[in-house]
């Protein structure tokens, strides 16, 4: 798979379609972010596999909404899994990547992958390798839809007190762009403050994330205290779908429920 | 158009963790934690997330400041450690070498902390030494 990919990659940058290759390499026994700008020279190239599949996976999508805006007019190409090309298509429609000068190089993950992170659509659009992976279902969000209500809360309350208000899930996120958090706008969350007022932080950003999560599952990763937060978004999602007929990113142009005024269609 | 990932370590405090500091054409953008560390595994506390932007603060202390007529003023590095050495020597001299601490610091290397505290014990005769991360 990472033969085509790499092939695929030198292509574009000896035709000179793009400017540079955002993509993954591994040195110093690391795996790191990585703008490749030459075709011959793809040495370390990877994937973001190491011991398990994906688990060396970083915000890509972030860096490159940091190199778009210092060069808007350079085209970049981009490594994507099903999630981030699910956070181009955000990106896209919250004007903070311009389509016509994004590149996705797309592929597959694996069942297992798939499964681990029960990925609605574990393949980007544009697939250069791998195959079109098996969706998976959301049995995390089932289980704790099946608890009744006093158990739910108290579950959420002891992971919310874990918080150590690192940001780190905000950090990490590459669909969080603002300029102005309102983490940290101190009516809404007290500075200083821990543990956290339960549940405002969390439940303040899932509100916010409601309709451009792409469900990475880079904040759950993040997070040293390990809040599910991936579960919690999950569910924010699941709201968002039944009752609106919107998931994040699934659909490229499709336009998000919540910045349309009127009955939901 | 430049843009590289450094691997380097955490200077906050005594554990070490790792991260990828971003620079775009020579200008720390972001911090990125290592997902391949042993000691941190992608994870970081809100010190380590936003360690890129002190270095290119305006409100970084790039020299010594000394109290002049209540007001800390910027000295060059001579005049700071001459009235420290002279400061010291008084001090140690008037009340003994406990009279005074010495603070160490995570953002040094570990052969500058052995020295500061062998300094403390041998030079000065106190044990009087503490560490900003004693965690």
């Known amino acids: ?265 | 158009m430049e843009y590289k990932t450094t691997l380097t370590t955490c200077t906050y405090c005594g554990c070490g963790c790792n991260f990828y500091l971003e620079t775009l054409d020579g200008k720390l953008t972001n911090t990125i934690p290592c997902k391949t560390s042993p000691v941190n595994e992608g994870k970081l506390c809100i010190k380590g997330w936003n360690v890129h932007q002190f270095v290119q603060n305006d409100r970084r202390l790039k020299k010594p400041l000394l109290r002049k007529g209540g007001e800390l003023v910027e000295v060059e590095w001579e005049e700071a450690l001459a009235y420290t050495a002279d400061r010291l020597k008084a001090v140690t001299a008037e009340k003994g070498g406990d009279a005074v601490g010495f603070l160490a610091s995570a953002k040094v290397t570990n052969e500058e902390n052995y020295l500061l505290q062998k300094f403390a014990r041998a030079a000065i005769g106190t044990n009087n030494v503490d560490h900003c991360a004693r965690l």
């Open chain 1, 1 to 265: 798979m990472i033969e085509t990919i790499k092939q695929h990659v030198a292509g574009l940058l000896t035709e000179k379609k793009i400017a540079g290759f955002l993509g993954l390499i591994e040195k110093n026994g690391h795996v790191a972010p990585h703008l490749f700008k030459d075709g011959e020279s793809l040495a370390g190239f990877t994937l973001g596999d190491r011991k398990t599949a994906g688990d060396a996976r970083y915000p890509l999508n972030k860096t490159l909404v940091t190199l778009s805006r210092a060069y808007p007019e350079e085209t970049f190409g981009v490594l994507v899994r099903g999630c981030d090309e699910r956070g181009l298509y955000g990106l896209f429609r919250l004007n903070q990547l311009t389509e016509d000068r994004v590149i996705p190089v797309g592929f597959s993950c694996p069942a297992e992958l798939s499964e681990a992170c029960e990925c609605r659509k574990p393949y980007p659009d544009s697939l250069v390798a791998g195959e079109k992976t098996e969706s998976s279902q959301l049995k995390k969000v089932a289980e704790m839809d099946g608890k009744d209500l006093a158990r739910r809360f108290d579950f959420w309350t002891a992971q919310f007190v874990k918080c150590v208000k690192c940001y780190g899930c905000r950090d990490v996120c590459p669909m969080c762009f603002c300029k102005e958090c309102s983490l940290e706008c101190e009516d809404l969350v007290a500075k200083g403050d821990l543990p956290v007022e339960v549940p405002v932080f969390h439940l303040t950003r899932a509100m916010h994330m409601a309709d451009r999560c792409v469900d990475c599952g880079l904040c759950d990763e993040a997070c040293p205290s390990d809040i599910p937060l991936r579960l919690l978004y999950k569910k924010t999602a699941q709201i968002m779908d039944t009752d609106y007929g919107f998931t994040s990113g699934l659909n490229k142009n499709e336009r998000s429920p919540l910045s349309q005024m009127g009955p939901a269609k």
